[in-house]
């Protein structure tokens, strides 16, 4: 059977690499850190990371690789089956109690993946009396874990405030309402109107989730992500997140909310009912990762010195960066073809950044998408400058 597709299938990738969409996969030979090695693809050798999203640069701390280890021989390497029949430990609970007390919500789950936690709670909470209305730039795993559910589905522009109100008054007849938006919108770096979406929601009777996955750990004043941010902690209703960015940056995610939510989840969710428990070693390797956070502020502080840093000079430099102060920083390029040869130039240079194009954006605002770590030294950034105003000239502009 396959024979009769494997032409159409071939001739859609050539497509995709003709438009200039194509998404190789460099391989890198050490562990993720501000510098890694690239074995595979582009140029060899040590290159300077500002693609990845470990941004207080915990993904090789030395106490974080202790705690994992010492999980190891404490834990074992996996659970090998799901939490309700004999994958739950101790050390589970600890990490959703902890994170429960960080977020400053009643009770944690823990799921494989903030993907499966998106995709775990709408299907749960809401049938078709229901209606969800959903930021129009939401992650990929919002909108996935909408289609599951049979809810309606309304979406506002992004950060648009009189559009969500519109969106809330057309769907006063529904039993719940939900209103979902990113904390951070992970292309542009930009953060939700957290405290005006709750003050809707509020006015008209719903509830609001929130994904923090690009915020918590290093947004807020002690790091709890957007809703610390802007003073809401205790209005959000629903927070979901990762441990696979800056709290450690290896995988796992969790879905913070009211005691009778996350109760219900338990029960109903299907990403977490069957799919395996949360390896061990990234659970207790997580509570170090809170420890680390809530110790002190250097790498909160080291990430904004860095992040503000290599925008001004970006600026100073003649790029056009979209406005903000989060460390996700969007070179705007506009041509996809251009971007992707600006990202490989970079590369040459030594500097392991990734262009975006559609359908990660829309059409014609591709880019470049840098992402500052406190794991970043001030010679590494304005190295990073130096080889983008290099590489422009190179291609041409």
């Avoid at 994992?68 to 430990?89: E, H, N, P």
């Avoid at 590369?347 to 998408?369: D, K, W």
Wanted: proline share 4%.
């Amino acid at each position: 059977m396959f024979d009769n597709v494997r032409a159409d299938i071939a001739a859609t990738l050539d497509e995709i690499r003709e438009a200039g969409l194509f998404k190789p996969e460099r391989v890198i030979g050490t562990p993720q850190s501000a510098a890694v090695t690239v074995t595979g693809g582009g140029r060899p050798g040590e290159v300077l990371n500002f693609c990845a999203n470990n941004y207080l640069g915990l993904a090789d701390h030395p106490e974080v690789l202790t705690a994992a280890k010492d999980a190891l021989d404490r834990w074992g390497y996996g659970m090998a089956s799901v939490r309700f029949i004999c994958g739950t430990q101790d050390v589970h609970k600890e990490l959703e109690d902890r994170l429960s007390a960080f977020l400053g919500q009643e009770d944690t789950i823990l799921y494989s993946s903030c993907f499966d936690a998106n995709g775990g709670v709408f299907e749960t909470l809401l049938d078709d009396r229901d209606a969800v209305i959903s930021d129009a730039l939401n992650h990929a795993s919002i909108i996935d874990g909408i289609r599951l559910s049979k809810a309606r589905r309304h979406r506002y522009a992004n950060r648009d405030l009189a559009d969500l109100e519109q969106q809330l008054k057309e769907t006063q007849d529904a039993r719940r309402r939900l209103v979902v938006t990113d904390g951070v919108f992970s292309m542009d770096g930009y953060v939700a109107p957290l405290r005006e979406i709750c003050d809707l929601a509020e006015r008209y009777d719903a509830m609001v989730m929130v994904d923090d996955s690009h915020a918590v750990g290093f947004v807020g004043p002690n790091g709890r992500g957007t809703p610390e941010l802007h003073g809401v902690m205790d209005r959000v209703d629903i927070i979901t997140g990762t441990l696979g960015k800056a709290l450690g940056g290896a995988s796992g995610g969790y879905v913070a909310a009211r005691r009778e939510i996350v109760a219900l989840l338990r029960q109903r969710s299907r990403p977490y009912l069957f799919s395996n428990s949360l390896a061990p070693v990234i659970a207790a390797a997580s509570l170090k990762v809170l420890d680390l956070v809530e110790r002190s502020t250097e790498l909160r502080e080291k990430l904004a010195a860095n992040t503000a840093l290599f925008r001004s000079k970006m600026t100073e430099a003649g790029f056009e960066i979209l406005p903000g102060d989060h460390p996700i920083a969007p070179v705007m390029i506009g041509d996809a073809a251009k971007a992707g040869r600006l990202a490989e130039l970079l590369l040459e240079r030594g500097v392991y950044v990734i262009g975006f194009s559609f359908p990660v954006v829309p059409h014609g605002q591709a880019r470049i998408r840098v992402q500052l770590s406190a794991a970043h030294s001030t010679e590494d950034v304005e190295r990073a400058v130096a080889a983008f105003v290099d590489a422009r000239a190179a291609l041409g502009e």
